[in-house]
């Protein structure tokens, strides 16, 4: 049994497609991420979990309930974290979580225990009678998830949850969604970046202009879309095009950035072998494994990040 | 823990569970309470930011009738009262302080519903958070709207108190003004709490309304003068102006001013009816920007 299940789900602003017929399942405790460049229609699908956005056409149901006819309920079960964070400046720390928790109807001796709880949780105890003004990115981020936490939520749903965060702060803040993880918390993420969906889903679906293009675990993504390892050579940006047509059956595949080219291939230093046997020079060359990335640049010939 | 985490952190918090304590209602019991309630919880999330800049309401809340009082009702009053006897059968001071108190609470709700409105759409985002949880956008407008109703509620109280410092009421039912003037507020403010929710940017927008629309009510509207003493063709301003409305209402309860009985029942309906319209089209402003 599912605990969001969407089919043919659409979202339209007059003649754009936000959204554009997606269908897919989240399982009870899973981690279930959205990958896709901006603009692919990840938040709005976030908004249309929430019922905070109204879909144009296609079913939607979150733990058996329609968001549109039910949104209260549905929101009781939620934990939202949104893109931005909008956490009151005026208040402290404690009174964000507690203030908050009231929105639920909690009783004030609940929420008092709860918000000390959740201060530990996101290691800022120390910072609960400070103004939320004075806390840093990555603190106001992990205060936006303790407040998502407030109801005891059976679904968090985390837009972009670690941009514009410093790699310190992203990694403390995975620590504590995988903790949650743990606890049994299913968890929905959107996400541009490859590494964030490598380690915080268990299975997610690639999305682009509003259309699910694959989905699957992302051992499974990378094994059906691209090869184990990838050679990535630079010949100078001038020179990178002229060379690629003597570079064609080197790899199984070969994709030209601007700054680069990347070689698909089971074996990367066997290709960077070859490559080096035909008189070929590279600049720079790396040999590593696939990623999500090369799954998202096979699946719509784009980088994520643009 | 994972082999990701670093050491330090991993040491930390393991002993409870966070995820679900046990302690909190169902999300049944917190959608029963939300859907019933949920202007009132977030009317008390608003009252709950005020206390942020409570210091500035409460000296603004007893330093402004008392700058008011003494200046207009005994400064100018002096003045008048030697010279005409007064305003329709009162001292002056019993014939503007009404009026002074009315007008200064309705002027109080440009402040409170434009820019802060602004804020919750744009700035700070606050309606967004609210509506992420089991609150409807509607009950976000009126716990809007009650709390700041209730604000005004205080300030007119504190007001009041001046005036029967001041020796500035006749009447026994001078009270009822407590009420009067948040309801004149409201009638101009959640008209203008509607407008606020329709603008996407910060323009020129609200200075225009303090300056051409609050500015010429608190002169024209029947506050320092009767309306009567204008001529015909500029009396118009008072009789859209909820702040003459109210003002008028006051004057009723404070020093018994005349006034046949259909025309209180009509100040009484327009209020009221201001309050309505504006209310009802706030919560579809923000139902349509909350609900995109």
């Known amino acids: 049994m599912s605990v969001i299940q969407a089919r043919a789900l659409v979202k339209s602003y007059g003649e754009l497609h936000a959204v554009d017929g997606i269908d897919f399942d989240v399982a009870p405790g899973e981690s279930f991420g959205l990958l896709g460049p901006n603009g692919a229609g990840k938040s709005t699908t976030m908004r249309m979990i929430g019922g905070t956005s109204l879909r144009t056409s296609g079913t939607l149901t979150v733990l058996g309930m329609d968001p549109e006819t039910r949104g209260p309920e549905v929101r009781a079960n939620l934990g939202v974290i949104p893109q931005q964070d909008n956490l009151d400046s005026e208040l402290r720390c404690r009174e964000n979580l507690i203030t908050y928790g009231r929105y639920f109807g909690l009783p004030r001796p609940y929420l008092q225990k709860r918000a000390d709880d959740l201060l530990a949780f996101a290691q800022l105890t120390e910072k609960a009678n400070e103004k939320v003004d004075n806390l840093s990115g990555g603190m106001k981020r992990r205060l936006t998830i303790a407040r998502g936490l407030i109801n005891e939520p059976k679904i968090l749903l985390l837009d972009e949850p670690t941009t514009g965060l410093d790699p310190q702060a992203r990694h403390i803040l995975w620590d504590r969604l995988f903790r949650l993880k743990e606890e049994g918390v299913t968890l929905v993420v959107t996400t541009h970046f490859m590494d964030e969906a490598e380690q915080l889903c268990d299975r997610l679906v690639v999305m682009d202009h509003g259309r699910i293009v694959a989905e699957g675990s992302p051992a499974q993504l990378i094994r059906e879309y691209s090869t184990r390892e990838v050679l990535e050579v630079r010949f100078g940006s001038e020179r990178n095009a002229a060379v690629v047509e003597q570079l064609a059956d080197v790899a199984d595949r070969v994709e030209v950035l601007p700054d680069r080219i990347l070689l698909y291939s089971a074996d990367g230093e066997a290709a960077l072998e070859r490559v080096t046997s035909r008189g070929l020079a590279p600049v720079t060359s790396l040999v590593r494994r696939s990623s999500l990335e090369d799954v998202f640049l096979r699946l719509t010939g784009r980088s994520l990040i643009d | ?292």
């Open chain 2, 1 to 292: 823990m994972t082999d990701r985490a670093p050491v330090s952190i991993a040491a930390e918090a393991d002993s409870n569970r966070l995820a679900y304590s046990g302690g909190a209602l169902s999300p049944t019991e917190q959608a029963v309470i939300s859907r019933r309630w949920g202007w009132l919880l977030y009317a008390e999330y608003r009252l709950t930011t005020m206390r942020a800049y409570l210091q500035t309401i409460v000296i603004r809340a007893i330093g402004l009738p008392l700058l008011y009082l003494a200046s207009m009702g005994l400064g100018l009053g002096a003045l008048v009262d030697s010279g005409a006897g007064g305003v329709d059968g009162v001292s002056y001071l019993v014939f503007v302080a009404p009026a002074l108190l009315v007008s200064s609470v309705v002027m109080e709700a440009t402040g409170e519903f434009t820019y802060p409105v602004m804020s919750g759409f744009k700035w700070q985002k606050h309606f967004f958070a609210a509506s992420a949880s089991p609150l409807s956008p509607k009950q976000v407008a009126l716990g809007e709207l009650v709390a700041v109703g209730l604000k005004f509620t205080a300030e007119a109280f504190v007001f009041w108190l001046a005036l029967l410092t001041f020796g500035a009421v006749t009447s026994p039912h001078s009270w009822l003004v407590v009420l009067i003037a948040p309801l004149a507020a409201l009638a101009f403010g959640v008209p203008l709490m509607a407008f606020a929710a329709k603008q996407q940017d910060e323009g020129a927008q609200f200075a225009f309304i303090q300056r051409f629309v609050v500015m010429p009510m608190f002169l024209f509207a029947g506050t320092f003068f009767p309306l009567g003493a204008m001529p015909v063709y500029l009396q118009w301003i008072g009789w859209i102006s909820p702040m003459w409305h109210g003002t008028q209402l006051a004057r009723i309860v404070c020093f018994g001013m005349p006034n046949p009985w259909w025309l209180t029942l009509l100040h009484v309906a327009v209020l009221v009816a201001a309050v309505a319209v504006g209310t009802w089209v706030a919560a579809r402003v923000f139902t349509d920007r909350l609900t995109r």
